[in-house]
């Protein structure tokens, strides 16, 4: 009867009024999932559209400065460029034999929305995106890009106006549309079957990686390290891995401005999470005494999410993987000397595990072989980068741009 | 399952309306929007117009199930510091000064987890709370909650069940079995606060609902006028009333809430003596 708990979290804790549909959901997935048929479709799209299989880069340069062999997946060259390519393609895949034409999902800073909206131009289906109205105000960018391929964003104004707001309210939305939506949900949280289904899309990253992994070095990695905000990238690659024990897996939480500071997300790290059920699942969640939820920061906005997978913390809860928490700080050093070592600009999110891997390399044994998960890019983030980085010259050319626009519209 | 006090007292309340269709009005209110001095107001103004029940939501930040006027009124009663603790109080001294009035609790599944579900429906049954409405704790999940409200609640505390018309005949059927007090159902595909259309859908859906449960249904979502009322009579036995009020009182306040409970009431006495 209770399906889709993982240890004691997950199940799905939904209204009464989605019961029916999560059930043809489910069904429609395991019928796919069982049906070799469909994988293999998934496979030819996702090498003919996103570039895959995905390169596992070997870090020269750094691997040097570490004395440590260092391997870096590279999800940043997806479509899109994230691993959120992965997990909407299949669940476009999915709409087309369920008969769906519109589909709906929430953002928070855009990379998800973008990346839905991306496959919903590909497969003629019309696409509504749920974005807080905070994130509409900071994430111009990416609001642009969904609109012009074709989606209708939608800012949200209830609640705190983030990512959390953008899922009730497309939840809202499903309730009252369900015959011809989908919810492409954007991570491996919310009712079941969502964080079983989209960490199976993603596992594609861990698929890709052991194989590359074996052929490069003719072993398994010692660890790998990959960033936890709902946890789908984390979920990707873990999955080449979980089966054995002796590979060192770590998910890598937002630090935000310190864990004393109460200014994070770290929501297994910080051991202040308490287990509780919102937006449909059992997880552990930043609450207070009531239940309420609190607040996070972060300054990777992907990451600044107040609950997490119900299949990490189940891996958590028993001991399989290991979480840590990077501070903004930290990430942005991390972020700077990726960059300036191997020429690649990874997204903020992203940098929480390369800034782990560094802090970590230093007391790894020297025969340690490492893989991190570079689950974005970051030159898309410009805007956001360049603010974080605080650069003067990215200041000037804005205050300058702005100016010509008021002339302009004068 | 025998009726529980609750099925029993609305059944006396709808006999004592002189009509083949009488119904009764169950209204919801949000606690600590905007305060609970506020709400302390428009629940007298309801029960002094008419209202047979009243369903007291404890906020939560993810009101997943609500429409954006009711998901609002959570978040800004939560930024003016509402605590649970108070909001129980508060529900406890409402109990006792209505005492005519069933009083139920509609909140989410985390509220109770946070305080313990066991102790949180003790203290619910300890308040005089006749009933729960946990819109994200399904059925399948719910034994252990039903559980504690039969121990604690000794017959007088009702896990509320939900019906929709999305859910097939079997999924109803399972429900029904586990009503007790009465069945809300949810009257169209989608959330509160939107117009409702009562048409012959409405109908074919309530008749599915009567087929497996004999517990009174209320019929929730939409009810905004007098006709709205009316269009429910021999369907359903009560008609919930959420949004329209919140709309009232954010244009009125606490007397404009009166006076719409006393024209949707005063419909009904009309009818009744027709």
Same mark, same amino acid.
């Given at each position: 009867?209770?399906?889709?708990?993982?240890?004691?979290?997950?199940?799905?804790?939904?209204?009464?009024?989605?019961?029916?549909?999560?059930?043809?959901?489910?069904?429609?997935?395991?019928?796919?999932?069982?049906?070799?048929?469909?994988?293999?479709?998934?496979?030819?799209?996702?090498?003919?559209?996103?570039?895959?299989?995905?390169?596992?880069?070997?870090?020269?340069?750094?691997?040097?400065?570490?004395?440590?062999?260092?391997?870096?997946?590279?999800?940043?060259?997806?479509?899109?460029?994230?691993?959120?390519?992965?997990?909407?393609?299949?669940?476009?895949?999915?709409?087309?034999?369920?008969?769906?034409?519109?589909?709906?999902?929430?953002?928070?800073?855009?990379?998800?929305?973008?990346?839905?909206?991306?496959?919903?131009?590909?497969?003629?289906?019309?696409?509504?995106?749920?974005?807080?109205?905070?994130?509409?105000?900071?994430?111009?960018?990416?609001?642009?890009?969904?609109?012009?391929?074709?989606?209708?964003?939608?800012?949200?104004?209830?609640?705190?106006?983030?990512?959390?707001?953008?899922?009730?309210e497309a939840m809202r939305d499903w309730v009252g549309s369900m015959d011809n939506t989908h919810y492409v949900l954007g991570t491996a949280c919310g009712a079941h079957p969502f964080p079983a289904m989209v960490s199976w899309f993603q596992s594609i990253i861990g698929h890709e990686a052991r194989q590359q992994i074996l052929a490069a070095e003719g072993r398994l990695p010692?660890?790998?390290?990959?960033?936890?905000?709902?946890?789908?990238?984390?979920?990707?690659?873990?999955?080449?891995?979980? +089966? +054995?024990?002796?590979?060192?897996?770590?998910?890598?939480?937002?630090?935000?401005?310190?864990?004393?500071?109460?200014?994070?997300?770290?929501?297994?790290?910080?051991?202040?999470?308490?287990?509780?059920?919102?937006?449909?699942?059992?997880?552990?969640?930043?609450?207070?005494?009531?239940?309420?939820?609190? +607040?996070?920061?972060?300054?990777?906005?992907?990451?600044?999410?107040?609950?997490?997978?119900?299949?990490?913390?189940?891996?958590?809860?028993?001991?399989?993987?290991?979480?840590?928490?990077?501070? +903004?700080?930290?990430?942005?050093?991390?972020?700077?000397?990726?960059?300036?070592?191997?020429?690649?600009?990874?997204?903020?999110?992203?940098?929480?595990?390369?800034?782990?891997?560094?802090k970590e390399l230093p007391t790894l044994p020297p025969e340690a072989v490492v893989i991190i998960n570079l689950s974005g890019r970051g030159d898309k983030d410009i805007f956001t980068i360049a603010d974080a980085l605080e650069d003067p010259?990215?200041?000037?050319?804005?205050?300058?741009?702005?100016?010509?626009?008021?002339?302009?519209?004068? | 399952?025998?009726?529980?006090?609750?099925?029993?007292?609305?059944?006396?309340?709808?006999?004592?309306?002189?009509?083949?269709?009488?119904?009764?009005?169950?209204?919801?209110?949000?606690?600590?929007?905007?305060?609970?001095?506020?709400?302390?107001?428009?629940?007298?103004?309801?029960?002094?117009?008419?209202?047979?029940?009243?369903?007291?939501?404890?906020?939560?930040?993810?009101?997943?199930?609500?429409?954006?006027?009711?998901?609002?009124?959570?978040?800004?009663?939560?930024?003016?510091?509402?605590?649970?603790?108070?909001?129980?109080?508060?529900?406890?001294?409402?109990?006792?000064?209505?005492?005519?009035?069933?009083?139920?609790?509609?909140?989410?599944?985390?509220?109770?987890?946070?305080?313990?579900?066991?102790?949180?429906?003790?203290?619910?049954?300890?308040?005089?709370?006749?009933?729960?409405?946990?819109?994200?704790?399904?059925?399948?999940?719910?034994?252990?909650?039903?559980?504690?409200?039969?121990?604690?609640?000794?017959?007088?505390?009702?896990?509320?069940?939900?019906?929709?018309?999305?859910?097939?005949?079997?999924?109803?059927?399972?429900?029904?079995?586990?009503?007790?007090?009465?069945?809300?159902?949810?009257?169209?595909?989608?959330?509160?606060?939107?117009?409702?259309?009562?048409?012959?859908?409405?109908?074919?859906?309530?008749?599915?609902?009567?087929?497996?449960?004999?517990?009174?249904?209320?019929?929730?979502?939409?009810?905004?006028?007098?006709?709205?009322?009316?269009?429910?009579?021999?369907?359903?036995?009560?008609?919930?009333?959420?949004?329209?009020?919140?709309?009232?009182?954010?244009?009125?306040?606490?007397?404009?809430?009166?006076?719409?409970?006393?024209?949707?009431?005063?419909?009904?006495?009309?009818?009744?003596?027709?």
């Amino acid at each position: 009867m209770q399906t889709g708990y993982f240890g004691e979290f997950g199940g799905a804790f939904i209204p009464e009024i989605l019961h029916e549909t999560f059930r043809r959901l489910t069904e429609a997935y395991e019928t796919a999932r069982a049906d070799p048929a469909f994988w293999n479709e998934y496979l030819r799209l996702m090498e003919n559209y996103s570039g895959r299989p995905t390169p596992l880069t070997f870090a020269e340069n750094l691997s040097r400065r570490f004395d440590r062999r260092i391997y870096i997946k590279r999800e940043d060259l997806n479509q899109t460029g994230a691993h959120k390519a992965n997990n909407v393609m299949g669940q476009g895949l999915l709409m087309r034999r369920m008969g769906k034409t519109r589909a709906i999902a929430e953002t928070g800073a855009g990379q998800h929305g973008m990346a839905c909206a991306t496959m919903a131009a590909r497969m003629g289906f019309e696409c509504t995106i749920y974005m807080g109205a905070e994130d509409v105000e900071r994430q111009r960018s990416n609001v642009f890009w969904m609109e012009r391929l074709g989606a209708t964003v939608v800012p949200v104004t209830s609640g705190s106006r983030t990512l959390k707001d953008a899922v009730n309210e497309a939840m809202r939305d499903w309730v009252g549309s369900m015959d011809n939506t989908h919810y492409v949900l954007g991570t491996a949280c919310g009712a079941h079957p969502f964080p079983a289904m989209v960490s199976w899309f993603q596992s594609i990253i861990g698929h890709e990686a052991r194989q590359q992994i074996l052929a490069a070095e003719g072993r398994l990695p010692t660890h790998v390290y990959a960033c936890v905000g709902g946890g789908s990238n984390a979920m990707g690659i873990f999955q080449g891995f979980l +089966d +054995d024990p002796r590979v060192h897996l770590v998910g890598v939480e937002a630090g935000g401005k310190g864990l004393a500071s109460g200014r994070h997300a770290a929501r297994l790290a910080s051991g202040t999470g308490v287990v509780g059920v919102a937006q449909g699942y059992k997880t552990f969640f930043l609450q207070n005494d009531d239940g309420q939820m609190l +607040d996070t920061h972060s300054v990777a906005a992907g990451l600044d999410y107040v609950g997490v997978s119900p299949i990490l913390a189940h891996l958590h809860a028993s001991g399989r993987i290991r979480c840590e928490a990077a501070s +903004d700080r930290e990430v942005l050093d991390a972020l700077q000397l990726l960059m300036r070592q191997e020429g690649l600009i990874p997204a903020l999110e992203s940098s929480h595990a390369v800034a782990q891997a560094f802090k970590e390399l230093p007391t790894l044994p020297p025969e340690a072989v490492v893989i991190i998960n570079l689950s974005g890019r970051g030159d898309k983030d410009i805007f956001t980068i360049a603010d974080a980085l605080e650069d003067p010259g990215w200041r000037r050319y804005i205050r300058k741009k702005a100016a010509e626009y008021s002339v302009s519209e004068a | 399952m025998s009726p529980t006090s609750l099925e029993i007292h609305i059944r006396a309340r709808l006999a004592e309306q002189a009509t083949d269709h009488p119904i009764l009005l169950m209204s919801h209110l949000v606690l600590g929007h905007p305060s609970l001095e506020e709400n302390r107001r428009v629940i007298a103004a309801m029960a002094d117009n008419g209202v047979d029940l009243m369903e007291l939501q404890i906020p939560f930040s993810e009101p997943i199930a609500d429409g954006p006027v009711i998901a609002q009124a959570n978040q800004s009663a939560l930024d003016h510091g509402f605590r649970v603790e108070e909001g129980l109080a508060f529900i406890g001294e409402t109990v006792r000064r209505h005492p005519q009035i069933p009083f139920l609790i509609m909140t989410y599944f985390n509220i109770l987890l946070a305080r313990g579900v066991e102790r949180f429906i003790r203290t619910a049954a300890e308040l005089g709370v006749r009933g729960l409405i946990i819109p994200d704790l399904p059925p399948q999940e719910a034994a252990a909650a039903m559980a504690a409200c039969r121990e604690f609640g000794k017959g007088n505390l009702d896990w509320i069940q939900l019906l929709t018309p999305t859910s097939t005949d079997e999924r109803l059927g399972y429900i029904g079995e586990r009503a007790a007090g009465f069945c809300y159902c949810v009257a169209r595909k989608g959330v509160t606060g939107k117009r409702t259309d009562f048409d012959a859908s409405l109908r074919h859906f309530i008749t599915r609902c009567r087929a497996v449960t004999s517990t009174p249904l209320a019929v929730g979502f939409g009810v905004k006028r007098p006709e709205d009322v009316d269009a429910l009579r021999g369907v359903a036995d009560i008609a919930v009333v959420g949004t329209a009020a919140m709309e009232h009182h954010a244009a009125g306040g606490a007397a404009a809430v009166g006076t719409f409970f006393g024209e949707l009431s005063r419909g009904r006495r009309t009818a009744a003596t027709v």
